[in-house]
């Protein structure tokens, strides 16, 4: 049984804190569906105010929707659209404090407000996956949350690659 209590004072403990779970938590595990799964549900429960947390894969040259917490979200995103798509075309996270002002975005749940995404990069460079957090609060992520979850990206592109 895995029991992560993550209670932090402050976001850089937070994180820091939650990075190392996950460093742990896929640590010796091959399979990327199965690390993608385990960390979706612990960022999910680590996170306060998220209504969907999870990837999307690169599977030839597309995203395609893989494990997530959260209600069930549309499957295939081009790169270059929506914010999704902007992380996967640019490799540079995308942090929306107000996604109706966000050109192309895909609303795939209406109660979201604001999105968080960070590519995640493998050894050679290339695109392996975007991790995709949403908040039904307005500008929900700072740029605290953008180097956390920067630095989570760094864990799964080890795990992942
Ligand atoms: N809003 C995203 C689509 C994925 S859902 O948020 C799960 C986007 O604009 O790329």
Redesign the pocket.
């Known amino acids: 049984m895995y029991d992560f209590k993550i209670a932090a004072a402050d976001k850089a403990t937070l994180y820091r804190d939650l990075a190392s779970a996950l460093d742990g938590l896929v640590a010796g595990e091959p399979d990327p569906v199965a690390n993608m799964a385990n960390a979706a549900a612990l960022i999910w429960e680590t996170l306060p105010d998220l209504n969907?947390c999870?990837f999307?894969r690169n599977v030839g040259g597309e995203l395609v929707v893989g494990p997530?917490q959260?209600r069930p979200?549309?499957i295939r995103?081009k790169f270059g659209?929506?914010?999704?798509?902007a992380a996967a075309a640019t490799l540079q996270a995308q942090r929306v404090d107000d996604?109706h002002a966000?050109p192309?975005?895909?609303?795939?749940?209406a109660a979201?407000r604001s999105?968080l995404?960070v590519p995640i990069v493998g050894g050679d460079g290339n695109l392996l996956a975007v991790l995709?957090l949403?908040s039904p609060e307005p500008a929900r992520f700072d740029a605290e949350d953008e180097a956390g979850c920067v630095r989570l990206a760094e864990v799964l592109a080890r795990a992942l690659d």
Do not use: R
Not at 81 to 85: A, R, T
Not at 104 to 109: L, Q, V, Y
């Open positions: 969907w999870g999307y997530f959260g979200a549309c995103i659209d929506g914010v999704c798509g996604v966000f192309g975005h895909i609303a795939c749940d979201s999105e995404v995709d949403d």
